[in-house]
Structures are given as structure tokens and as C-alpha cells.
């Protein structure tokens, strides 16, 4: 068990976005302290999905709750700005790392940390989050047991359940990295300044575009196995950002001193942006009507006139203007926190040090286990808050990781100490070369 704790965490001692700095890097401490609180945000973000109304669309869920404006808010601030903080980090430091060392060789180290627990987590994780969801779906009365035995569903049932759940960050992630790797030369040759200003405006609005064309990239779950085209160039444009600002400011000093002024724009746009993102999904109507792309739903239509002062809730002013306000408050807000932990934080203590390493496998594990404690939460405390399960399900799922990341650690400085103890003295060399002489001569 230890040794297989050991291969699923090749990645848990590193966040899932960066590689291992030198103990030299304390300028980039804030980072870190940043990942392991963005690892918390991911559990609190799925803690909170049972009782957000309106629901993500395309996310199928273990259970649905009782639902709670306060969660509603807070689940979807933090949809909007989590995905883009990973994904600025990762390539900021993809790009550190191959120009420290060179592209080849980060690229093989970083597929590496990142697909033996993407692997793993396929093999051993889905299956058990796939039973998890069943078991709520047959509590709902939504599937029978007979249904899973044959794992054949009603039509439309299943139509969001087959992917790879969470885990899609990792595999995309590893393809940017490639992509990196293969142009990192090319992206040498471009001046610094004409990165930072074209590169970053492109970045911008490529997102912006992704979004406008497709709103459930942010606004709903796009599931599969295989990356989905409109997301993966929205999650791109962030990876993107993360490089070219590297390029541009590879000590963050720049945005050491404009992090703080970023913040509150930051967060009166996302206001904004999550104002609309509701308001929009309340008038969409039924995700079907809209999801991928599709606008069939003439009633829906007709009602966001009223709502939209006569502009069409699927047209393009309105979705772009919410793409706008989405991309912008996440971008202002990733760069923002990054400028501010730089300058804040320059140290970070034990405990924050051990979240930070533990950031990858709280990532991994908490899914099933968030699944699980809602299916728990609705049946046995049916009169618990919301805010209170969400509480329940996040400190359980950020539990389990970090606890597994723990074991592992502890189980490493066992073996090194064995290891250490195990070698012979410098003594005890000698003696044996002094005996092997002597039987010699």
C-alpha cells in the first residue's frame, strides 16, 4: 500500500501546474501558498454544486439538495476565477522551467509527474466515482440497481455521466506543455515586450471569443474523454498568458507592484460577471436549448426579450458582453492574487508548506469523497443548512488528501532513514579493505 501511495503522488510533492523550484526560489513562496488554497477552493467549488441554483449545466451530480443563494454565489466566483489561476501558474512556470534547463527535458519530466497520476486516477478513481454517482442516482430513484448491473440507462440519463470528471485539467494541461515544448524556440526569438503587449491582447481575446461562441466552457461542464475543442482554447488562452507573462516579467516584479491596484477592478467586474451568468442561465431555459450551441427553444427566446430589453438572450452582443466580463474579471483577479502573494508572502511556515505539497493529490482524491458526503449529508441530516453540508463536504474532501499526501511523506522518511542506516560507516569500509589486503597478501 505504501509503495502504491508512492506511485500515485509522483506529482504530490509538486502542484499539479509546477515543477519542483530550488529551495533558493522563497521569491515564489506566494505561489505556492496560492496553489494550496486554490487546492481547498476546487473542494469547496464541488462541495457547493448540489445546492447552486441555477445548476452548472452538463454536470451530473452524485445527489441534488436543498438549494442556498448564499452557496449559488459562492460556487460560481469561484468557477469563474479557479481554472484560469491554475492554468496562468502552470504556464508560467512550464516556461521558468525550460528556460532554466531546456524544453525536452521538462517537457518528458512534466508528462511524466503528470501522467503516471492521471493514469493511475483513471484506472483506479473513475471507476469508484462512477459507483459513487450510481449510488446516489438509485437513492433519487433517477436508476435501478438492475440498470447498473447491465450499465444500460434510459435515454438521456447517462447523456453527461461518461468522461474524465476532474481529471480533464491534467490531460489538457499535458498537451500545452507539448505544444510549448515544440515552439519554446520560436517563442525565444519573439522580443520580450511584443509577447507581453500582442501576445497577451491575442490571449484575451481568444478566450473571450471561446466563450461568447460556447458560454458552457464557464457557464456549464463540457464532458469527455478527449479534450473538448472550445474549452480546451479557452483553458489554452490562460496557459498562454501564464507564458508570454513569464517571458515578459520572469520575477514577477512588474506585477509585484500592479497586483494590488488589479484586485479591485478584479472583483467589481467579477460582481458583474456573475450577476449576468446568472441572470443568463435563469433565462436560457432548459440546458438542452442552448447546450453545444443550440438555440431551438422559441419560448425561451421570446421570454429573454423581456428580460433583455428586447436583445435575444442567445445572441451575440449579449453573449459576448458576458464573455467580456468573464474572462476580464478572471484575468484581473489571477494576476492580482499572484502580484500580491508575491509581495506578502515570502515564507512559507510547515503547515502551509505541507498544503502546498499536498495540492495535487487534495485535486486527485476529493471528488468521490465530496460525492460520497453529500449522498450521506441529504439523507441523514435533512435538516443541516446548506452552508453547513458545504462546510461538512469540503473540510472532509481536503481531509482525505492531504491526510494520504502526509502518510506518503512519512513513509518516505522511513525509507530514507532505512536507507541512511542501512549504509556501512567509513570505518567499517576501511576495516573490510584492510581485511581484503591482508588475505590477499
Known amino acids: 500500500m505504501p509503495q502504491f501511495l508512492s506511485l500515485f503522488s509522483t506529482s504530490a510533492s509538486a502542484s499539479v501546474e509546477t515543477v519542483r523550484l530550488p529551495q533558493s526560489t522563497n521569491h515564489f513562496a506566494g505561489i505556492d501558498a496560492i496553489r494550496g488554497f486554490a487546492a481547498i477552493a476546487v473542494v469547496l467549488l464541488h462541495a457547493c454544486v448540489p445546492y447552486a ?56 519530466n512534466r508528462l511524466r509527474r503528470l501522467g503516471v497520476p492521471l493514469a493511475l486516477a483513471m484506472v483506479f478513481l473513475l471507476p469508484i466515482g462512477f459507483y459513487t454517482w450510481m449510488l446516489g442516482w438509485i437513492t433519487e430513484g433517477n436508476i435501478s440497481v438492475r440498470d447498473v448491473r447491465r450499465m444500460k440507462f434510459e435515454a438521456g440519463v447517462d447523456q453527461h455521466l461518461w468522461g474524465l470528471s476532474h481529471l480533464w485539467f491534467l490531460q489538457y494541461l499535458m498537451t500545452y506543455i507539448v505544444i510549448l515544448a515544440v515552439t519554446w524556440s520560436l517563442l525565444c526569438r519573439c522580443a520580450s515586450r511584443s509577447l507581453a503587449r500582442y501576445g497577451m491582447f491575442a490571449a484575451f481575446w481568444l478566450a473571450v471569443f471561446s466563450l461568447a461562441m460556447r458560454p458552457e466552457v ?104 458576458m464573455a467580456v466580463l468573464t474572462v476580464a474579471s478572471a484575468s484581473l483577479l489571477t494576476f492580482g492574487l499572484i502580484g500580491l502573494a508575491t509581495v506578502r508572502i515570502g515564507h512559507l511556515g510547515p503547515r502551509m508548506t505541507s498544503l502546498a505539497s499536498a495540492s495535487l493529490l487534495i485535486y486527485l482524491l476529493h471528488h468521490p469523497v465530496v460525492g460520497l458526503t453529500h449522498i450521506v449529508a441529504k439523507y441523514s441530516l435533512p435538516g443541516v443548512s446548506p452552508i453547513m453540508k458545504v462546510a461538512f463536504a469540503t473540510g472532509l474532501g481536503v481531509t482525505v488528501g492531504w491526510s494520504v499526501s502526509w502518510l506518503v511523506a512519512c513513509h518516505r522518511e522511513r525509507v530514507a532513514l532505512r536507507t541512511v542506516s542501512e549504509e556501512p560507516t567509513r570505518a567499517e569500509v576501511e576495516s573490510a579493505e584492510n581485511a581484503t589486503v591482508k588475505k590477499a597478501a
Not at 452538463?58 to 484560469?84: K, Q, R, Y
Not at 479557452?234 to 516579467?249: L, Q
Open 53 to 108: 441554483h441555477p445548476a452548472m449545466a452538463g454536470l451530473c451530480w452524485s445527489v441534488h439538495d436543498e438549494t442556498n443563494d448564499l452557496v449559488t454565489v459562492l460556487f460560481w466566483l469561484i468557477e469563474i476565477a479557479i481554472m484560469p489561476i491554475f492554468l496562468v501558474i502552470a504556464g508560467f512556470f512550464a516556461a521558468r522551467s525550460m528556460a532554466l534547463r531546456d524544453p525536452w527535458s521538462t517537457m518528458t
Open 218 to 321: 464557464v457557464w456549464g461542464f463540457q464532458h469527455a474523454f478527449l479534450p473538448v475543442l472550445s474549452k480546451w482554447v479557452y483553458s489554452g488562452a490562460f496557459f498562454a498568458a501564464g507564458v508570454f507573462w513569464f517571458r515578459h516579467d520572469p520575477q514577477l516584479s512588474q506585477l509585484a507592484v500592479a497586483g494590488k491596484r488589479l484586485l479591485g477592478p478584479g472583483v467589481l467586474i467579477m460582481v458583474a460577471a456573475v450577476s449576468m451568468g446568472v441572470w443568463w442561465l435563469s433565462a436560457a431555459g432548459p440546458s438542452e436549448d442552448w447546450l453545444g450551441g443550440g438555440w431551438s427553444n422559441e419560448s425561451a427566446t421570446l421570454a429573454s426579450h423581456r428580460l433583455a430589453g428586447g436583445l435575444p438572450i442567445g445572441g451575440w452582443l449579449v453573449r459576448g458582453a
